[in-house]
C-alpha cells in the first residue's frame, strides 16, 4: 500500500470536486426540471411515464451522491459504522439507477417489439409491486456487508502514518482506517461487477441494437413500398433521420458509456494494484466521468420528449415575459417622469 501524504489527500479532494461538482450540479438542475414537468402535467400520469419518472429521482440522488462515489477507493479515518454507510449509501444509489436504467429500457422495447400487446405488459399491470422491486433489491444487495459480509477484521488505521498520526487516527475514528477493502470483500466486488453490473449494461446494448435493427427494417420496407410514388427527397429525408438517430445513440453510448466500461473495468486493476499512487488518481478521473457520464443518460432521453420539457419551456417563457414586461413598464414609468 501506498503511503499518502496530507499534501496528497488535499490534491485528491481538489480533483474530486473539481470534475464532481459541475456533474453533480448539472445533473440535478436539469432532473429537477424534468421531474417538475411529469408531475405537473397530468397526462403523463400512467405507469409508463412513472417508470422514468422513479428513474429521474434515481439520477437526481447520483447526482447527489456522486462527489462521494470517489472517496468509496481511498482511505479515510472513520469509524466502522460510519464507513459502513459513506460505502453502502452511494452503492446503493448507485444500483438504484441502474436498475431502473434497465427497467425503463426495457418497457421501451417491449412496447417496440409488441406494441400491440402494450397494455397488457405486466409491467404495465403491476406498476407499483415493479417499482419497489427496483429500489428494494439494490437495498438489499447494497446492506448485505452490513449483514456481515465483510472484512471488519482488517479495520486498521490507515497505512504510512508516523506515531502522531496513528494516534490522531484512532482517536477520531476509534482505531479504525475507512477503505472499501474493510466494507466489501472481494468476492462481493466481483459478484457486483460480473454478476449485476456487466448484465445490465450488455443487457441496455442488445436492446438499443435489437431496437435500431427493427428501426431499420421498417424503414426499408416503407422504402420498397413507397418506391413507385415517393419521390427521392422524401426517402433521402427518411435515410437522414435515421442516420441522424443511429448516429446521436453512437456518440451517446460513445460518451456516456465508454467512460463508464473502462471505470469498471480498470476498478478491478485497481483492486488489484492495492491502491497505489498511479492508480488512485485514475480511480479518481475515471470514477468522476464514468459515473458521470451514465448520470446524463435520462437527462438525454427526458430531454429529448417534448412532453416532458413543455411544462419547464412554458414556465420559462411566462417569466420572461413577466420580466420584459415589468421592464417595460419601468421604462415608460421613467420615461414620463423625466417628462
Request: aromatic share 12%; charged share 10%; net charge positive.
Amino acid at each position: 500500500m501506498a503511503v499518502v501524504t496530507r499534501n496528497d489527500s488535499d490534491v485528491e479532494a481538489q480533483l474530486i470536486y473539481a470534475v464532481t461538482l459541475p456533474f453533480s450540479c448539472a445533473i440535478v438542475f436539469f432532473n429537477t426540471l424534468l421531474i417538475l414537468g411529469i408531475t405537473c402535467s397530468r397526462q403523463l400520469h400512467n405507469s409508463q411515464h412513472y417508470f422514468f419518472l422513479s428513474l429521474l429521482v434515481a439520477d437526481l440522488c447520483t447526482g447527489v451522491a456522486l462527489p462521494f462515489i470517489p472517496w468509496m477507493g481511498l482511505n479515510r479515518p472513520l469509524s466502522f459504522s460510519a464507513c459502513l454507510l459513506v460505502h453502502i449509501f452511494p452503492n446503493f444509489i448507485f444500483l438504484a439507477f441502474l436498475f431502473h436504467l434497465v427497467l425503463v429500457h426495457y418497457e421501451r422495447y417491449q412496447s417496440i417489439v409488441n406494441p400491440l400487446r402494450r397494455g397488457q405488459l405486466w409491467l404495465h399491470r403491476r406498476f407499483s409491486l415493479t417499482l419497489l422491486a427496483v429500489w428494494m433489491l439494490p437495498l438489499l444487495f447494497a446492506l448485505l456487508p452490513a449483514f456481515g459480509w465483510n472484512n471488519r477484521a482488517v479495520h486498521s488505521c490507515c497505512p504510512g502514518l508516523n506515531s502522531s498520526q496513528h494516534l490522531n487516527c484512532a482517536v477520531s475514528s476509534g482505531g479504525g482506517c475507512c477503505s472499501y477493502r474493510n466494507i466489501f470483500p472481494d468476492a462481493f466486488i466481483f459478484l457486483e461487477v460480473y454478476g449485476l453490473l456487466a448484465p445490465a449494461v450488455l443487457s441496455i446494448a442488445a436492446m438499443t441494437c435489437h431496437v435500431l435493427w427493427i428501426t431499420g427494417e421498417q424503414l426499408r420496407g416503407i422504402r420498397r413500398l413507397q418506391r413507385g410514388v415517393a419521390n427521392k427527397q422524401c426517402r433521402r429525408r427518411m435515410d437522414m433521420r435515421y442516420a441522424c438517430c443511429v448516429a446521436a445513440i453512437s456518440f451517446a453510448f460513445l460518451t456516456c458509456w465508454v467512460p463508464y466500461i473502462v471505470y469498471t473495468h480498470m476498478g478491478m486493476t485497481f483492486l488489484l494494484s492495492q491502491g497505489q499512487r498511479k492508480s488512485r488518481t485514475c480511480h479518481i478521473v475515471l470514477s468522476c466521468t464514468g459515473v458521470g457520464g451514465m448520470a446524463v443518460v435520462p437527462l438525454l432521453l427526458g430531454l429529448a420528449n417534448r412532453e416532458y420539457t413543455d411544462p419547464a419551456r412554458k414556465l420559462f417563457r411566462k417569466l420572461w415575459y413577466h420580466c420584459r414586461n415589468t421592464n417595460v413598464q419601468m421604462d415608460t414609468t421613467l420615461w414620463v417622469c423625466h417628462s
